[in-house]
């Protein structure tokens, strides 16, 4: 009877080593996060073309240490018999206070960051990997928000809500900028080979179960600019491979000429649906990426740009002028809209953080100062402003400017 209660006291103090010893991730920077879960996952080796995992692929990792206290001598050789190789000059281990540089076994990351006296282990080794929203939006918890409903009753998705961004403009007619607001609709595999073709399957707009002529679909390809290869080694990525449901949009080509038409110059209003010919999304039921046979679309209607104030304080209003509004040269603005609002939920690979929030473009590098901006803002209903200006405005951005005083 001794012996067992020996060794269940035993074993409840190795339980008890242990948990003190479990790993801490919170410690670790988001790049050394992103290099061991993809060392871990087997995407750095099914990857290994792609320059920046190949630290993931490395037998350890260069790291900067955070200690609680300057190391001693037994401490750094302690930690020496774990694989950790300090760097050194002049035959003294380099540090600045607590903060120390070394090459770390990956099988030692998680133990260091178990350690009480390690603060924080940062990875060297920075990756041009651009977050992306379908990455973003998870990570600041954006769409577990979208699940949860206000006072109201209405989904916090940005319902209700307007959002001015003062930046180098907006694409109105880019498909990210239409709220799913209009008819839902079948679609009609007109060459019965039950999947969709593009140019040849319809869109039954009149819902008479005939494919008539001018329902043509055709579709938008949703490439991305993405410089560091994280989909494909094509540039642009994700272009010309096929309609997918989460990349792509559905178009009606309903003159057959193989584009999508839109704006005035082609005969648009400000009342046409999607300034243009009608743009779709489809609702998916089964996650597979591809239109089914029996799958619906839900076409695009109203736009979330609410107004825009262009070169020289021009103003373009939602059902008055919008259709007609200056377009953004630079691409900019028309990026961080859909950062804040673009896309629809769980429709789209890239969608914004309040996906139905209206939006307030302020063309703040077409010479309209923010001096004129806000006010411009709060008189059409901001509840929210986004103004991300560095040092490429001329201000030492130290408080000491009148644009900062104004804020």
Known sequence: MKIVRILLASLLIIVFVASCLSADTSKLNTPLKFLKSARETGIARAKADRAYLAAALSNDVTVTMKFDHVLTGAEITSLARLGVSFFSIDGEVAHTGPFYAANVPWDAVEELSAREDVLKLDSAWKPCVFPCLDVSAHDIEADSAWLQTDPLGLPLTGTGMRIADFDTGIDVFHPSFFYADGDTFDWIDTNLDAVFTASTDRVDLDRDGIADLN?????????????????????????????????????????????????????????????????????????????????????????????????????????????????????????????????????????????DAEILEGYFFSDNPISALIPWALSRGADVMLYEFGGFVWDYLDGSSTDEELI
């Open 215 to 355: 329902e043509r679909l055709s579709y938008l390809d949703g490439w991305i600019y993405d410089p560091a290869l994280v989909w494909s080694s094509a540039n642009p990525s994700n272009n010309g491979n096929g309609y997918q449901t989460y990349w792509d949009w559905l178009y009606n080509d309903a003159n057959f000429n193989y584009r999508r038409d839109y704006g005035t110059a082609s005969g648009y209003t400000e009342s046409s649906p999607t300034f243009g010919e009608q743009i779709f999304i489809a609702i998916d039921s089964d996650d597979d990426g591809a239109l089914d046979v029996g799958e619906k679309l839900v076409a695009l209607k109203t736009s979330k740009v609410y107004a825009t104030l262009t070169t020289g304080a021009v103003e373009y209003l939602r059902g008055t002028d919008l259709i007609n509004n200056e377009n953004d040269s630079n691409g900019h603005g028309t990026a961080v809209a859909g950062i804040l609002a673009g896309g629809t939920v769980d429709r789209h690979i890239f969608t914004g953080i309040a996906p």
